[in-house]
């Protein structure tokens, strides 16, 4: 469901991961809101979040798919250096954050 | 062809650095002066005096207790940081005086403020002294880009369109303009008076072995430049993530297991940092 911040408890886990308006996944999808998620969430802009109490998060996902997500990925690298072990790693750590499953913060 | 510094007489007149920030640059070269001395100016701008002690009360520092005073941050935080916090919030602010009409103001700083916070966590990794003084230098690497759009906004309109159909855009400028916004960034930190670790790693922020007196800061915010804009999108069609320097990374000494860490670690401090530097973005 969808909520309101500042009608929020610490506890709550997220359904969907909370992106910000340019696409960066802040916190990832099942992520438990601790005070302190709720205070950076704040500094974000972020005003409302889907989360609901813990054993009832739904199926859906509202990230890019996995093909998406990647063809994103090459276009943003493609001025890089493909065979650089720091630019595959940044590149398989952005593309699990971009599609919200990582376990952020 | 003009060159770099042409474009900087025109800027200094519209983005300058307050006499309080120069004369606090001036002691801090000077042998004689002390740390008392430094206080004693930056208490005198009331308005610079609030913004610091907020910077340095915010959980981006964490301090246990409240500091009140400009000596005391100055005591615990240290004079060679404060200085640089100084400069690297009055050069934000400076440059609200330079519009432009290319890019917005906002994305531009998230992703300089991005990258200066990787480039503090990068130089804790690697233990090195006055982190904060990597924190500042990532946070200015690009101030030459704005004054580029300020002051040449037909030519740097066609940079960036040809940046978005796939070309790193340091590169599109050199051959537009004969230099990039890495020389202009530099010129203006030395008309600035800036100090020269800051120069330098502007300077040469896309080609970091050239830099002579301060490789490491360099390699670093090269190497934060790139992570930034992998990991952090700023809305931006700019997001391209610049080549990487295979030597910086060498030089740096850190492993790739810190990566991931280092990203997440980066996170935490952002959105710290935005709500002190850049007030203006987390109110929205």
Request: with cysteine.
């Amino acid at each position: 469901m969808d909520l309101c911040l500042d009608d929020m408890q610490p506890g709550l886990v997220l359904v969907h991961p909370v992106v910000d308006s340019k696409g960066n996944v802040l916190l990832g999808k099942g992520v438990r809101l601790t005070a302190r998620h709720l205070t950076l969430l704040r500094a974000h802009g972020v005003t409302h979040v889907d989360a609901a109490p813990s054993g009832t998060e739904s199926t859906a996902a509202a990230a890019p798919s996995a093909q998406e997500a990647s063809m994103q990925i090459e276009e943003q690298f493609r001025n890089t250096n493909p065979d650089h072990p720091l630019i595959s790693e940044l590149k398989r750590i952005c593309l699990r954050r971009r599609q919200g499953t990582g376990e952020s913060t | 062809m003009s060159d770099a510094r042409d474009l900087i007489d025109d800027t200094l007149e519209l983005a300058s650095l307050p006499a309080v920030v120069l004369r606090a640059l001036e002691l801090l070269n000077a042998p004689d002066s002390s740390a008392a001395d430094i206080g004693q100016v930056i208490s005198e701008d009331p308005a610079l005096s609030v913004r610091l002690l907020r910077i340095v009360n915010s959980s981006f520092y964490g301090f246990p207790s409240r500091i009140e005073t400009i000596s005391r941050a100055i005591t615990i935080v240290g004079t060679l940081e404060i200085t640089d916090l100084v400069l690297g919030s009055s050069a934000v602010e400076a440059f609200a005086g330079l519009p432009n009409e290319l890019i917005e103001m906002q994305q531009f700083w998230e992703h300089s403020l991005y990258a200066g916070v990787v480039a503090r966590v990068l130089a804790r990794h690697h233990r090195a002294p006055n982190t904060e003084r990597f924190f500042v230098s990532g946070l200015l690497h690009d101030i030459g880009s704005l004054v580029l759009y300020n002051q040449r906004p037909e030519e740097s309109r066609r940079a960036l369109e040809l940046a978005r159909a796939g070309r790193p855009l340091h590169q599109v400028e050199q051959e537009i303009f004969g230099f990039d916004h890495s020389d202009v960034g530099a010129e203006l930190m030395q008309a600035w008076n800036l100090p020269d670790a800051f120069i330098e790693a502007a300077r040469h922020h896309h080609r970091p072995v050239e830099a002579q007196e301060f490789p490491l800061e360099t390699a670093m915010v090269h190497l934060a430049d790139v992570i930034a804009a992998g990991a952090h999108l700023t809305g931006s069609a700019t997001n391209q993530v610049p080549p990487l320097e295979p030597r910086a990374w060498e030089l740096t000494g850190l492993s790739l297991d810190i990566t991931e860490s280092v990203i997440e670690e980066a996170d935490r401090q952002y959105a710290d940092a935005l709500a002190v530097i850049l007030p203006s973005a987390s109110a929205a």
